[in-house]
């Protein structure tokens, strides 16, 4: 596995998460290769690819290669006709873009996030579903001359590859404080880590969760409680969540 990153994930995830699975999967047999990136491969002369040719120089033996190098949002379709932001469709909390009977949901809409009162654009199942829903019952709601409630969406991530599984919500910036059992080796390992940004916990990660303690975490995310003493959170962990 190669990324130019210090460590996987790093979009989402702090280097105290990232530990966890660069370590589980490494005991699996994993070879991770951090700080450089793939420039070629090498095929054999029935097209079949043999080896990958790093930056760095290297070149690792190959017989199946997996490329996952990021997406972005296929817009160029709708070029100078729909108003654009953030690389996505600018639409409001009902998904309407600036185009009459125009609506964009999913990954390609940048739509007003109530919570943190920004446009953003958000890559996620669970965010797909909800907008178009949105979407349709905006549309209903205006053939009925009704309005409806605005869109107020918690940004929630989840994957599960495995055993590991893990679930995130809400905001991962700030300052982070990892809690729990992040070793591999242990038999259940459950660990987390709140973000915390002025003074509030805006974002809390939870790997091996049950569905009450995401829940619980969730909330964190939603209700944002102040954090007096850092130290405390770390020691509290899970419970801290499970008391709001
Ligand atoms: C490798 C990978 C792993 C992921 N893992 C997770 C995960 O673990 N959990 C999770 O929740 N989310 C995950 N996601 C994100 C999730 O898949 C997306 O957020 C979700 O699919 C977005 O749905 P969508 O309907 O907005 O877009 P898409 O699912 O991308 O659907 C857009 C569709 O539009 C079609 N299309 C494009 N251009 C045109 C055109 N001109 N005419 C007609 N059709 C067109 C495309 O072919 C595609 O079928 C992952 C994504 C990737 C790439």
Redesign the pocket.
Known sequence: MVYPEPWCMPRLFASGIAEFYERFYANKGVNIIKGTVATGFTASSSGEVKEVKLKDGRVLEADLVVV?VG?RP?TS?FKGQVEEEKGGIKTDSSFKSNVPNVYA????ATFPLKLYDELRRV????H?RKSAEQAVKAIKAAEDGKTVEEYDYLPY???RSFDPSWQFYGDNVGDTVLFGDNNPASSKPKFGTYWIKGGKVIGAFLEGGTPEENKAIAKVARVQPPVENVDQLAKEGLSFASKI
């Open positions: 996952g997406g296929l379709l949901v999913g990954d390609v890559e996620h199942v669970d797909a991530f989840y994957s």
